[in-house]
């Protein structure tokens, strides 16, 4: 079992976390929340709906996107034509060599409008200007969009996080803002508590 009786609720144009080691579940909880997974029992809600087990393009057209730890991106195609890429509009018309991107202005206009954006270890890899770069972008985006971010970098988290949920064993084993989960006695005893 990779999560068990876990309880999550995010607050809309918040920024929460989930932090853990690694093997906690933290990115399965996200694959269950985005439906890549369907869990066995249990309900994920969204706007007080029930989406458990949506087929995954549904759930992205509710509002709900995400990103993964790998990423597999067009290395000819900048990044906005990369994420115009996912857009179900342009997906639907298959392998179009003679389809170019850069001149759909509506596409390009519209990207994804997400209203919650899932982000599974967005500064992997990232050097100290790319995460401050980084960080701008999120402060911006989520003015508008809900935001939950699994992050190993725990000054990136504390700093950006208005509710953070620890996760260990596929459970949550602690809830709260940072400053609040700086003084949590297995935080401060983990490895996670000093990097934080």
């Not at 694959?31 to 007080?48: A, E, I, K, Q």
């Not at 393009?57 to 990103?67: E, L, M, N």
């Not at 100290?128 to 971010?149: F, N, Q």
């Not at 000054?155 to 208005?162: D, H, K, S």
């Amino acid at each position: 079992m990779v999560l068990e009786d876990i309880s999550l609720s995010f607050e809309a144009n918040c920024l929460s976390g989930i932090m853990g080691p690694n093997g906690a579940g933290k990115t399965t909880c996200f694959n269950v929340l985005t439906s890549r997974y369907r869990p066995d029992r249990g309900r994920v809600l969204f706007d007080g709906a029930d989406i458990t087990g949506l087929p995954p393009r549904r759930i992205a057209a509710k509002g709900i996107a995400r990103s993964f730890q790998t990423m597999n991106l067009f290395d000819d195609f900048t990044a906005l034509e990369n994420v115009v890429l996912a857009l179900p509009e342009i997906r639907a018309l298959g392998i179009n060599m003679t389809h170019d991107l850069s001149r759909d202005g509506e596409s390009l206009d519209r990207a994804a409008e997400p209203r919650l954006l899932f982000l599974d270890e967005p500064t992997s890899g990232l050097g100290s200007d790319a995460k401050a770069a980084l960080t701008e972008l999120i402060a911006e985006i989520r003015r508008t969009v809900t935001i939950v971010l699994i992050e190993h970098d725990m000054a990136f988290l504390f700093a950006l996080a208005e509710q953070i949920y620890v996760v260990h064993w596929g459970q949550v084993i602690a809830r709260g803002a940072p400053a609040e989960l700086r003084r949590n006695p297995w935080v401060q005893a983990s490895n996670l508590g000093r990097l934080a």
